[in-house]
């Protein structure tokens, strides 16, 4: 049984440096989202997609940041020109159908930038 | 104003005792959903539990049970007979409305259960 799966579960990079994070949902899950959360915080919504359809941008999501997810699969979370207040654990979760209470989350991408 | 306000930073139980966590809620909007998730230092944030704002009961999961008062906004956490392996940060949550996905989430209290 494969769940949420994140790589890489690290990543430290210098400032300035684009960044990307890879996140393998649930096989049969529809909807990815990705969350922010800082040492000390809950998680902060960043996105959500509904198979390939970005459906909601939090306002986090500056213009460095960008977010895909081709043929409703995989998503992928860039970085671009990293600053140090970039630095969090970033979490990817999926679940099925629609308002799904259950979110399943992986174990998250932690990036600190120097 | 904060969405969801978990006033414990921390909490200590004793092993095989329950232990409610505090969670209150913020919203005007008739339609939401509350939850709990689970953080274990793996970092991996594990379901516990629903409870939608139309629902007339107390959500339970097993040792996990939700204590809805809708008309105080609170959702508190009741873990029965506590075990070590609930040692972990925990996460009030709330869905708010009807058209959003997003989840938002309090400050988190982190149990230790202690033999």
């Known amino acids: 049984d494969t769940g949420v799966s994140q790589d890489p579960r690290h990543k430290i990079t210098k400032r300035g440096q684009n960044v990307t994070f890879r996140c393998d949902p649930i096989s049969e899950h529809n909807r990815l989202y990705w969350y922010r959360q800082t040492l000390g915080q809950g998680p902060e919504f960043l996105t959500y997609f509904q198979n390939e359809a970005q459906l909601e941008k939090s306002r986090l999501l500056s213009d460095r940041f960008s977010a895909e997810r081709p043929k409703g699969s995989f998503s992928t979370l860039e970085i671009q020109r990293t600053e140090q207040g970039d630095s969090a654990m970033y979490l990817c979760?999926?679940?099925w159908g629609q308002g799904n209470e259950k979110l399943f989350f992986g174990s998250g991408t932690q990036l600190s930038v120097l | 104003a904060q969405k969801i306000t978990q006033t414990q930073p921390g909490m200590f139980v004793q092993e095989k005792e329950a232990v409610t966590l505090d969670c209150t809620y913020d919203?005007?909007?008739?339609?939401?959903?509350l939850f709990w998730y689970k953080q274990p230092s793996s970092g991996e944030m594990i379901f516990l539990i629903y409870q939608g704002s139309y629902d007339q009961q107390n959500a339970t999961e097993g040792r996990y049970s939700l204590n809805f008062q809708k008309a105080r906004k609170s959702a508190n956490l009741v873990i029965s007979a506590s075990q070590l392996g609930d040692s972990a940060m925990y996460f009030c949550a709330m869905r708010e409305g009807r058209n959003t996905d997003k989840l938002i989430f309090g400050t988190g209290t982190r149990l230790q259960v202690f033999p």
């Open positions: 979760a999926s679940s």
């Open positions: 919203t005007s909007d008739p339609s939401y959903g």
